[in-house]
Structure formats: structure tokens, C-alpha cells
């Protein structure tokens, strides 16, 4: 997601670290459309040059690329049109994985997964999955796969960390039923996981993306930080290592996908990959978060209409009106 103008934008060195990635055996690349208005899939393209069999290739759909109603969300006619567009930026003839990027309540599930099997039919897409949706979403689509012969999605790749444990409650055992990967995006819970950002720390600018401050400022989830940095010092680790160990604890958790912008950010979370915590950590660590819960929403996730617009909450003022009489 960091690989563009809102990141790292020096292509060359965004295709070093990628190579270093490769070198040290991470054989999974997550990008998508979206990031950077294509840009992010442009680099990932140059990088894979002569190695685009050595690794697991998945890219996204369904995210706003303009103001044009039709160049987003999950409809077929969008998802035919951009994938070719993936294609061509990503330098492949196939994406071994295609995810809807987003939940779309304004398109039948029913399109979008006929789309997508055409797709896979077409050898354009070897497998699909979703990313983002609530359990319920999930099973829907799975029994809509299963009574209209369609491909069902294969992943779901969901926001998880320590500071946001909720899909712990419906979202993993769900996909555990269905026998689903569950790749986890943010681990690091957007930085605040790194223990950069503190109680009285230093004011957070982020002109390039309005949520973050509001992410990292966060008085509940800094004060959770507090409480992890002296827990993550007893156990010997710094924090990113305690939050990446944390992330792929769980039995449902396939991956936990890293965003590395730097060389250095690369190394460090390389380091880490060997960390395993006990339970004596784990459980302290349920203490300070509890299972299934969540400190506060993480400001990109998805936010369902049914949350997000007052009048989907509220009766009309005239109901309550006549209500009241």
C-alpha cells in the first residue's frame, strides 16, 4: 500500500526492498488497484520481472478509482474492466489471487461472484477471496457459490492486531468453517504497534491522509500501547516483534501481511519472524486487550451503511412524531 506518492515513491528502491523480500523467503505479494491510482501494482509489475513464478500474486478490486460511479465497487462491468487493467500494470498474464477489496451493498453478491468465476474460467484469476466483510457477508456468499455453481471465495483478509481483536469473535471461527485462508492486514495496528507514537508524544501530521492522526492519537488504544511497551521489554522484544508474533498466534490466521516503506522497516520485521510467545505473555497480553474486542475501529476499515448513515438508524422525525403522540 506504501509503494506511491503517499509512501515510498522511489520506484527503484520500492523494487529493492521487494527483491529482498523474495531473497529471504517471504513468497506472498498483497497489493491492489487502488493503491496509488495504480501505481503500487505498476512497481509490484517491475519488480516480479523474470520472478513471477517464485511467489503467490494477489491484487484487489472495488475501490473508488475517481469520481465516476462506474469506476469502483464490485459490479461485473467494473470487475471485467479492471482487471485487465491489473493485468497490464502487474506485467502477468494471471493473478493467482483476486479479492474484492470492500464490501458492496449497492451490487447482488450473486454478480460479483459470477463475474469473478468467469474469470477463473478464463485462467485470468486462478483463485478469489474477499476482504473486509463481516461474518455474515461471508456465509452468504459461500451458500450463494454453493446453490448457484459458483467459485467461492477462498481468503478473507481482515484488519487484526492486538488493539483490534474483534473478528477473533465471528469473522475467524467462520472462516475456519469453511475451510477459508484469513490473510490479516495492519498487525502493526498502522504504526501504533512500533512504539513511535506515545502518550504526550509528538503531534502526529499526516497531510496525505486525514485518518491518521485521528488513528494515532487515539487516547484508549495509546493508553493499551503504554501497557504493551513494558510487557513487550520483560518478554526480551521490542514491540513490533510482540505485535507480528501476536498476529500469526492465532490457529485461523494464514498470514499477517507486512507494509514495510523502508529498507530498514523490512530488516526489522525480517528479524522478528522467528518470534514465538507463551502463553504467559499471551494471556497477560489478553489482560491488557480482551479477546474479541476491539480498543477503538481502525479508522480505514469498513464501515457498513447500516452504521454510517443516521438515517438508516432513525426513524423519520415525522414516525417519531407520531410516536410521541
Not at 494515532?216 to 511497551?229: F, H, N, W, Y
Not at 520485521?269 to 497477560?284: H, K, P, Q, T, Y
Amino acid at each position: 500500500m506504501v509503494f506511491n506518492q503517499m509512501g515510498n515513491p522511489d520506484h527503484d528502491d520500492c523494487v529493492r526492498i521487494i527483491h529482498r523480500a523474495l531473497d529471504s523467503g517471504i513468497n506472498f505479494i498483497d497489493t491492489a488497484d487502488v493503491y496509488g491510482h495504480g501505481e503500487s501494482e505498476e512497481i509490484v509489475g517491475k519488480a516480479l520481472k523474470g520472478r513471477r513464478d517464485d511467489i503467490v500474486l494477489a491484487t484487489k478490486v472495488n475501490g473508488r478509482i475517481s469520481e465516476d460511479p462506474n469506476r469502483g465497487g464490485s459490479s461485473r462491468r467494473w470487475i471485467v474492466t479492471e482487471v485487465e487493467q491489473s493485468l497490464r500494470r502487474l506485467g502477468t498474464d494471471h493473478i493467482d489471487l483476486y479479492q474484492v477489496h470492500h464490501p458492496d451493498p449497492h451490487t447482488d453478491i450473486e454478480e460479483t461472484l459470477s463475474a469473478l468465476t468467469d474469470l477463473v474460467r478464463s485462467g485470468k484469476v486462478r483463485a478469489i477471496g474477499s476482504s473486509n466483510l463481516p461474518a455474515s457477508e461471508i456465509v452468504e456468499a459461500q451458500w450463494v457459490a454453493d446453490r448457484r455453481g459458483l467459485h467461492r471465495f477462498r481468503t478473507e483478509q481482515p484488519t487484526y492486531s492486538i488493539l483490534n481483536r474483534a473478528i477473533e469473535r465471528e469473522v475467524l471461527p467462520v472462516c475456519h468453517r469453511y475451510g477459508m485462508g484469513v490473510l490479516v492486514w495492519s498487525p502493526l495496528a498502522m504504526g501504533l504497534l512500533t512504539g513511535r507514537y506515545r502518550k504526550g508524544g509528538p503531534t502526529v501530521r499526516n497531510e496525505r491522509m486525514k485518518w491518521v492522526p485521528r488513528h494515532l492519537t487515539d487516547e484508549r488504544k495509546l493508553d493499551a500501547v503504554e501497557r504493551l511497551i513494558p510487557l513487550a521489554e520483560e518478554a526480551g522484544l521490542s514491540l513490533t516483534h510482540l505485535a507480528m508474533a501476536f498476529a500469526i498466534t492465532h490457529p485461523d490466521v494464514s498470514s499477517a501481511i507486512i507494509g514495510p516503506r523502508t529498507m530498514e522497516q523490512l530488516e526489522d520485521l525480517l528479524a522478528g519472524a522467528a518470534v514465538s510467545l507463551d502463553d504467559e505473555i499471551l494471556d497477560r497480553i489478553d489482560q491488557i486487550v480482551a479477546p474479541g474486542t476491539d480498543i477503538g475501529p481502525l479508522d480505514v476499515s469498513y464501515t457498513p451503511p447500516s452504521v454510517q448513515h443516521a438515517a438508516l438508524r432513525r426513524r423519520s422525525a415525522d414516525e417519531r412524531a407520531a410516536v410521541a403522540r
